[in-house]
């Protein structure tokens, strides 16, 4: 039997896990438009106490925790500050433009971080002609920058100066619990400086479906109303929400694992002609290669055909993304597909 594909493209194809498939079918239900679902209001208070947040709020998808912050925190014509290469500009189909009527003003910043004098650079005076700044973003870890970590003093001096300019601050933590285990520091110290954060347990965390909007209790209640506008009011939740407490209690550690794949990757490709990788930039579980010499979607054609899927992010660059369903063997198994490809 062919062996299956080693894929690399995200965390995002990780399955249910066995554990996760019984809980589901075991679940308590109710109505959660009701609030009567016990499983989805489990889930909630564990990852609102996760983040140290009052309120917490279950939501279909990542995209619309953050695009449901940005509905809170801001009115149409006003602006956002955010990366120039984050998820909620770069990969959330316009939605701030389209649904919150919100402009974004982009800040420069390698692998997706940046200081408060970037941000205090972005700022203007208040006078009629300018768009109301009411939002700065930050992305942790961040995707398009690899899977970058801001600590949490990074995350603490940049909300500072939007705060002291009356800025809401939210936090895009999709990979939140990967940061967390990089830098060995709880969640709730990276949220701490902000005002709502997203975190997704649909990632590493190997959850099928699921995200949550975590902030006050007055802004969590905003988002509820936000939620059945978009139409992500679900019923009995509790299902998923059954898979997210098992992905919330028992695979947050083992994503060292994945970082340290991700690092096993880099080295053993750093060596290989035509990619170009540093192994010390990989502070998660993602690796950037760049492929000065091919167009990298060439270049993860040739990949795929010899079993190993990744995703090209850039017109000379590759993704690789490890999880729970790529293991060790898996990953040298992939390597020698690099050099093949290298090779012509
Ligand atoms: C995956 C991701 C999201 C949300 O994605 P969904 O597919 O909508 O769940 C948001 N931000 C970042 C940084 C992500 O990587």
């Known amino acids: 039997m062919p062996e299956s594909p080693v894929d ?22 109710g109505d959660d438009v009701y609030g009567e679902d016990p499983t989805v209001r489990q889930l909630e208070a564990e990852v609102a106490a996760a983040t140290a947040k ?16 940005v509905l809170c925190h801001t009115e149409r014509g006003d602006e956002m500050l955010l990366h120039e290469e984050s998820h909620i500009y770069y990969y959330e189909a316009g939605a701030p433009a389209a649904l919150a009527g919100v402009s974004a003003r982009l ?51 940049v909300a500072a100066v939007g705060h002291g300019r009356g800025l809401a601050v939210h936090l895009d933590g ?13 969640v709730a110290q990276f949220c701490g400086p902000v005002d709502t954060v997203m975190c997704c347990l649909s990632k590493g965390l190997c959850a099928p479906v699921g995200s949550l909007l975590c902030g006050s209790v007055e802004t969590i209640a905003r988002a ?11 019923r009995q939740a509790g299902v998923l929400a059954a898979a997210g407490l098992v992905a919330l209690r028992t695979m947050v550690d083992r994503l060292a694992e994945d970082h ?32 000065p010499s091919r167009p990298a979607a060439e270049v993860a054609d040739a990949l795929r055909a010899l079993g190993v899927l990744c995703n090209a992010t850039g017109p000379d ?28």
């Open 8 to 29: 690399l493209r995200s965390d995002t194809v990780t399955r249910p896990t066995p554990a996760m498939r019984r809980a589901m079918a075991e679940a308590e239900v």
């Open 54 to 69: 009052a309120a917490a709020l279950f939501v279909p998808s990542g995209t619309m925790g953050n695009q449901i912050a």
């Open 107 to 157: 800040l420069p910043g390698v692998r997706g971080r940046f200081g408060p004098e970037a941000v205090v650079a972005a700022l203007r005076p208040a006078n009629a002609h300018y768009p109301r700044p009411r939002l700065l973003c930050i992305e942790n870890t961040h995707n398009r920058g690899g899977g970058s970590v801001w600590d949490p003093t990074a995350i603490a001096a």
């Open 174 to 186: 999709a990979r939140i619990w990967n940061a967390s285990v990089a830098l060995a520091v709880p």
């Open 224 to 234: 509820r109303r936000y939620r059945k506008l978009l139409g992500g009011g679900m």
């Open 260 to 291: 340290a794949h991700a690092r096993f990757l880099a080295e053993g490709i750093s060596s290989v002609r035509g990619f170009v990788v540093e192994p010390e930039t990989v502070e998660t579980n993602m690796v950037l290669l760049r492929t």
């Open 317 to 344: 660059t590759l993704r690789l993304v490890t999880h729970h369903d790529v293991s060790g063997a898996d990953c040298e198994r992939a390597l020698p597909a690099f050099a093949r490809v290298a090779a012509g």
